[in-house]
């Protein structure tokens, strides 16, 4: 039994995301090998051996893997699949993108965005919104599964020393190409990654106010900065700030929640934070229900207190 | 170009939907339906083409019970121009929803597949790459902008971390994401005609398809519900919570 995660890296280094994927493979049991493709991505392969656990890094690399588009990359996989019992990507926007197609090319259903291992064929995994977890059992002779980071414990990027062996891609199959990324830029920790982060909702009002209202508490702390699908709606921040079913999934240690009400969909994406403020004018409000701590009152006079006691 | 757009019927997003108390699945018994959101976007996506001349003809499809043809009746009155239901009462995964809709792609020849990026009851988010792969075609996953320029598309996707664009040849198969577009209301007139629209029903035997489940749910259960805390009487307060009790600044 072999599981081969696919790693999620920026060509030079490796993302965490795939410390998370791997811990995942460690619960299925068997050697571990990761597969990272790329293009010049020879340092990021070096760090992917690093990995504790992982005893084998495969490292593809061709100008077409560069940008990890699905079509070149669900072919790698593809190419690859017969030597392994499990393939694991993280349930990244690149896991998600590229493990379905590998899955069809392989005749399996995937086994998408698994919370638990119970065993090599058996697993946990969210549906509707994280309101309800099923235990899913796969009849496929390989397992392709993406796997939800927030569940897995990273296991640590150093300590291992894996062989890297290169392979060789299939041919570019030229059907896509990549044009251009905008990428958020911004000097806070990344969502998903974040130990402490300071989300906004409706309430705020405006985009404006994520500036002049939310941004000095997370400067305070050092947090990264997220919102509600509401305040994605109404334009007030960028989707990839999106906490919630239909964004991202995240669980830091502290979650500071402020004019959120507290949709299903918005709890889905964090409930499984370990302590949960709630900073709300409505004290029916739903978010009330799964935060530790919960300050009832207008929140344009409440955070900048917070930010003075903070300093203090 | 003729644009086929794939629909499921789910319980709607407003529902706070509960686990039986048998624990094999989620009640949807009298739970008011749906189509998926995702998918909605992903109709008027495909009519927006149509209305700016870049498409011609829209099909809807959507897999599984007679029930679904509330949700094509739907998609055609927010302008999709006929239907066709796979019906079967069978619980469908992913990979036989795409082996349905390759089978339907390969009679009806559409230029382009759209679908939402995931179902909000089972949460896969699979069945347009699946599609794609299965087809040999490009995709274009998390779209929130669509730009046709045959015999391609310029195609923006919510990435994490920010946006992404990429050219894909067409044919091809785009997923929605939540920015691409905000569906219209149906109006009563358009209700009244999509009643007329034609909407032909199939089995997914007549598509040489083996729908067969390959995952099987052993049990659903409610997640461990998280305790409601305590209310702080002010900002001081809550901030000497977070650092003496539960020590997380």
Redesign the interface.
């Known amino acids: 039994m072999t599981s081969l995660v696919l790693a999620e890296h920026d060509n030079q280094s490796i993302r965490k995301a795939t410390l998370n994927a791997v811990a995942a493979a460690k619960k299925i049991g068997g050697d571990i090998h990761v597969l990272v493709a790329g293009h010049q991505a020879g340092e990021a392969a070096k760090a992917a051996a690093q990995i504790a656990g992982v005893a084998k890094v495969l490292h593809a690399d061709a100008p077409h893997l560069g940008?990890f588009?699905?079509?070149s990359v669900?072919a790698l996989i593809v190419s690859l699949a017969k030597n392994y019992s499990h393939l694991l990507a993280p349930a990244?926007?690149?896991g998600?993108?590229?493990?379905?197609?590998?899955?069809?090319?392989l005749?399996?259903?995937?086994?998408?965005?698994i919370s638990a291992v119970e065993g090599p064929d058996?697993f946990v995994r969210?549906?509707?919104?994280?309101?309800?977890?099923?235990?899913?059992?796969?009849?496929?002779p390989i397992k392709a599964i993406t796997v939800r980071t927030t569940a897995f414990d990273a296991v640590p990027a150093a300590g291992g020393s894996a062989a890297i062996e290169t392979v060789t891609p299939p041919a570019d199959p030229g059907?896509?190409?990549?044009?251009?990324?905008?990428?958020?830029k911004s000097e806070r920790p990344?969502l998903?990654a974040a130990k402490?982060i300071v989300s906004g909702g409706r309430g705020m009002g405006s985009g404006d106010n994520f500036t002049k209202v939310l941004e000095p508490l997370a400067d305070k702390?050092g947090a990264a900065m997220g919102a509600s699908?509401a305040a994605?709606?109404a334009g007030f921040v960028?989707?990839?700030w999106?906490v919630g079913?239909?964004g991202?999934i995240v669980a830091p240690?502290?979650y500071i929640a402020v004019g959120i009400s507290g949709a299903?969909?918005h709890l889905a994406g964090m409930?499984d934070s370990?302590?949960?403020?709630a900073i709300n004018k409505d004290?029916e409000a739903p978010i009330?229900?799964?935060?530790?701590?919960?300050?009832?009152g207008d929140l344009f006079q409440?955070v900048p207190?917070?930010v003075?006691?903070?300093k203090? | 170009m003729k644009v086929l757009v794939a629909v499921k019927r789910v319980?709607d997003?407003n529902v706070?939907?509960r686990?039986k108390a048998d624990n094999t699945g989620?009640e949807t018994a009298n739970v008011k339906m749906s189509m998926n959101p995702?998918d909605e976007i992903a109709v008027e996506a495909a009519v927006r083409l149509k209305e700016a001349g870049a498409a011609t003809e829209i099909l809807a499809v959507s897999c599984g019970p007679l029930a679904c043809q509330e949700t094509l009746r739907t998609a055609l009155a927010i302008g999709a121009d006929r239907a066709i239901l796979v019906e079967t009462n069978e619980e469908l995964?992913?990979?036989a929803v795409?082996k349905l809709l390759k089978a339907i792609c390969q009679k009806e020849s559409p230029q382009l597949v759209i679908m939402g990026k995931?179902a909000?009851?089972?949460?896969?988010?699979?069945?347009?790459?699946?599609?794609?792969?299965?087809l040999g075609?490009?995709?274009?996953?998390?779209a929130?902008k669509i730009e046709l320029a045959p015999p391609g598309a310029?195609v923006t996707?919510?990435?994490?971390?920010?946006?992404?664009?990429?050219?894909?040849?067409l044919p091809?198969v785009i997923t929605t994401?939540?920015?691409l577009n905000e569906p219209r209301y149906v109006t009563l007139p358009n209700i009244m005609k999509a009643k007329k629209k034609t909407l032909e029903i199939l089995k997914p035997d007549a598509l040489g398809v083996d729908v067969a489940?390959?995952?099987?749910?052993?049990?659903?259960?409610?997640?461990a519900k998280?305790k409601?805390?305590?209310?702080?009487a002010?900002?001081?307060a809550?901030?000497e919570?977070?650092r003496n009790d539960?020590k997380?600044?």
């Not at chain 1, 998600?96 to 090319?105: D, G, S």
């Not at chain 1, 009330?288 to 009832?296: H, I, K």
């Not at chain 2, 996707?157 to 040849?169: A, H």
């Open positions: 940008e588009l699905a079509e669900a990244t926007s690149n998600k993108n590229v493990m379905p197609r590998a899955a069809a090319l005749d399996v259903q995937q086994i998408s965005d058996t969210p549906i509707y919104a994280g309101n309800a977890l099923a235990t899913v059992k796969s009849k496929d059907m896509s190409s990549f044009v251009g990324r905008e990428v958020s990344e998903t402490i702390l699908r994605v709606d960028p989707n990839d999106q079913q239909t991202k240690d502290l299903i969909q409930k370990r302590v949960i403020v004290e009330f229900q799964v935060a530790d701590y919960g300050l009832v409440l207190i917070v003075e006691e903070l203090k | 319980v997003f706070k939907v686990v989620v995702f995964q992913p990979l795409a995931q909000i009851d089972d949460d896969s988010n699979q069945t347009g790459q699946m599609l794609a792969g299965l075609w490009p995709q274009a996953t998390f929130s310029k996707r919510e990435v994490d971390g920010g946006l992404e664009t990429i050219s894909i040849k091809a994401d939540l920015r489940p390959r995952l099987q749910t052993l049990k659903v259960v409610e997640p998280r409601a805390g305590v209310k702080v002010d900002a001081k809550l901030v919570k977070l539960a997380v600044i």
